[in-house]
Each structure stands twice: as C-alpha cells, then as structure tokens.
C-alpha cells in the first residue's frame, strides 16, 4: 500500500522552479524515497531517489527533512516537457516492488 | 538506462476473447518483472511479480486464473487477460528490476487494452 501524501495538482509558471512536496510520515529506517514522473500515456520515468541525504542529479534535487517524515523535489527549470504527474514512492531499497499513490498532476504554464 | 519493450502498444478486441501482452527486456537478463495497470486518470496498481521458473505472485484482489502470466525467458513476460470484458480495458505496464539492488526500475511504455 502507498505510505505517500501529495497535493493532487500543482501549477509552475515555465522557467520557474517547482518545488512538489511529498509526506511519508510513516517512513521505516530502511525505506528510501524515490521519485518517478508519469508522461501522459506512457510509462514512469526514474528521477531520483535518496534516504536521509539530499540528492542530486542532472534532472532534479531531493530535499529530505532531518526527521525524513517529508520530502520535496525540486525541478530548479521547470519546462513545457516537465508536465506530467509526479510520483513520490518509499520503499526498501532490495527486493520489493513498488507501490503507487495517487501522485501530483503537474502542469508548467507558458 | 535499460530498454524495456511491450508489444503490442495497443489492442481492441471483443469481449469473451484473450489477450497476449508481451514485455521483453531489451538490455539485460531478469528475473523478476512486474506488471500493473492503469485506469484513466488513476494511479498505477500493481497486479503481480512475474518470477522465471516459477509461478507469479499476485496481488491481493487480483485474479489469478483471470490474468495468467508466463516468464518464458530471463527477457520475456507475458500477461494474458482470459476472456476479456470491457472493465478491463485499462492501461498494462510492465516493469523490470536491472538487477539484485533492485535500486531502480525501468518501465515499458506500456499497453492500452480496449475491450468492446
């Protein structure tokens, strides 16, 4: 079952950096947070993932609080092609799959 | 990143008939692959693990002799929905763990069913 909060939709003006926040209040010590985005139709793309660092990499930064109850992805140029639902997931970092939430329909306005 | 295949992209087909989807890791061998589904505007549920060799594992609530799955080979998994009704026409991806760390997985582009 999903362990994952997220507002279900958000607007970033193009340009801008969109900052989507993600609760996982229940998060174990194990358990990492991954982030995925979704384009419409198609299937989930890998962003990042961390477990208590902040993270970065070519597409985005993740923001982890200290007590990792929440997270944030931050796109730092948020684009037209950056519209697409954004999925923030906690799991174990073996052996597990991965369950959806409901996501945050992101939508980067001209 | 790997490549993961479905085929077909698409299908339409009448109801009481079955459907064969195919996912296929194009990079690497694997084990385990997942399938899910999608309604419009839902959030991806997964159905089942897919293990070569031995029987899948499916998740609570999800029909075993309904969607048969078949992990032919280290790079194929099939999920066949028998006698197809139009509730589940839906969106089916399918996705593939690149190894032991299980660290990321790669997803298909996915299969939308259409039963009439």
């Known amino acids: 079952d999903a362990k994952t909060t997220q507002p279900p939709s958000m607007d970033c003006a193009e340009g801008r950096a969109a900052n989507l926040p993600c609760n996982h209040s229940?998060?174990?010590?194990?358990?990492?947070v991954y982030w995925y985005r979704q384009i419409h139709s198609q299937g989930p793309q890998y962003i990042i993932h961390?477990?208590?660092n902040n993270e970065t990499n070519e597409m985005a930064s993740l923001i982890i609080t200290e007590d990792r109850k929440s997270s944030t992805l931050i796109l730092p140029h948020a684009t037209l092609r950056d519209t697409a639902v954004y999925y923030c997931?906690?799991?174990?970092?073996?052996?597990?799959?991965?369950?959806f939430g409901t996501g945050t329909s992101l939508t980067v306005i001209p | 990143g790997a490549v993961v295949s479905q085929h077909p992209s698409w299908v339409i087909c009448k109801s009481g008939t079955s459907v064969k989807i195919e996912c296929r890791s194009l990079?690497?061998?694997?084990?385990?692959m997942f399938w899910y589904r999608q309604f419009p505007k839902q959030s991806l549920m997964l159905m089942a693990t897919?293990?070569?060799?031995?029987?899948?594992?499916?998740e609570q609530g999800v029909e075993k002799d309904k969607f048969l799955i078949n992990h032919a080979s280290l790079t194929l998994s099939t999920l066949t929905v028998t006698s197809a009704h139009p509730e589940d026409s839906s969106f089916y991806i399918c996705?593939?763990?690149?190894?032991?760390?299980?660290?990321?997985?790669?997803f298909g582009p996915g299969t939308r069913l259409t039963v009439l």
């Open positions: 996705s593939v763990p690149p190894g032991l760390a299980y660290n990321e997985q790669f």
């Open positions: 229940t998060i174990s010590g194990n358990e990492y």
């Open positions: 961390g477990l208590k």
């Open positions: 997931i906690v799991r174990p970092n073996t052996g597990n799959q991965f369950y």
């Open positions: 990079d690497f061998q694997a084990t385990t």
């Open positions: 897919s293990n070569e060799g031995s029987k899948a594992t499916y």
